[in-house]
């Protein structure tokens, strides 16, 4: 009825039917056949029409003086959602994993701020998955099991999983040879890797491990330190750990049951149309992740 009412609006101001057709880029049998449903729905005659001339009824105009600031402030409001949508200016929040965020994406962040001066970043890190709705974030960034079906996804790559040691802790407790023998050994455990589901090579079925940790810490970064320094064995993704390796400081263990990596999504809610700054952000780091070896594995 909106439609209907804006449409009856603009035949007053056009003063005609065909002019109001010409002017909405619609069929003049269109604008009459509305016009007609209006006038049913309201139970009274809104125009008096003839082959040469049309005028509103008393009550017609009564309808159109109310109705006109109605219809205009919504056009002006309409207007303006229009321009912020599409304007590459104000604030994205983001939801994301503490050290995928602050690690891997610090350059994203900074080329993004650096390109677009108008736009305002609110980066929330955390490693606990967060409701993206709830929240009223625009975007979110997750990695593992495929996000659920009412958010809309885009891919940005995967990340591979270790199980890590320094040379010194296992210099001392010798390196696990199976899956098994893990529970053997000193474990630190970071979310959200409480548990560890590694693949036995023999035949492919999945092991579920539930580590009995000596240390437990909602920070990855801090378990790989940790392990660096020579506590226990870590299981952690490689782009935490992959300089660590390369330098020898850390060693991997039991690379043959490695699950497959997980999968690194861009996630946003399903109803909502993405302002032209998000859509700016999300094929930001698209880009960014598609040449990073490191999510290319």
């Known amino acids: 009825m909106l439609d209907d009412l804006a449409l009856f609006v603009a035949i007053v101001e056009a003063g005609s039917l065909n002019a109001a057709a010409a002017k909405e880029e619609v069929p003049a049998a269109t604008v009459t056949r509305r016009l007609q449903k209006l006038e049913r ?19 017609g105009w009564q309808y159109y003086e109310q109705c006109r600031p109605l219809v205009h402030a919504l056009r002006q409001a309409t207007q303006r959602l229009d321009a912020s949508l599409g304007a590459l200016s104000g604030t994205i929040r983001v939801l994301a994993p503490v050290n995928f ?16 001066p108008d736009i305002n970043l609110e980066l929330e890190l955390s490693n606990q998955v967060q409701d993206l709705v709830g929240s009223g974030a625009d975007l979110a960034i997750r990695s593992g ?70 240390m437990r810490v909602n920070e990855m970064r801090l378990a790989v330190e ?6 226990g064995i870590v ?42 700054r998000v859509r700016a952000l999300l094929e930001h780091l698209a880009a960014f992740a598609a040449g990073n070896p490191l999510l290319n594995s």
């Not at 790559?157 to 802790?169: F, I, M, Q, T, W």
């Not at 660590?244 to 049951?257: A, D, S, T």
């Open 226 to 231: 940790l392990a660096e320094a020579g506590l």
């Open 41 to 59: 729905t309201l139970g009274y005659r809104l125009l008096n029409r003839s082959a040469r001339r049309m005028q509103p009824t008393a009550e």
């Open 235 to 276: 299981l952690c993704p490689l782009l935490q750990c992959r300089e660590l390796i390369v330098q020898g400081r850390l060693v991997r263990l039991l690379p043959e049951w490695m699950p497959p990596p997980r999968h690194v999504y861009a996630v946003w809610p399903q109803q909502r149309y993405l302002p032209a």
């Open 101 to 116: 965020a602050s690690g891997l994406l610090t350059p994203a962040w900074i080329s993004f701020m650096q390109q677009y």
């Open 145 to 214: 099991a495929p996000p659920d079906s009412g958010l809309m996804q885009r891919g940005l790559g995967k990340s591979e999983l270790v199980l890590v040691a320094a040379p010194s802790y296992l210099a001392g407790a010798g390196a696990p040879g199976d899956a098994a023998a893990l529970n053997e050994h000193a474990l630190l455990v970071a979310e959200p890797l409480r548990e560890w589901r590694l693949r036995d090579p023999a035949n492919g079925a999945e092991v579920l491990i539930q580590p009995r940790a000596r």
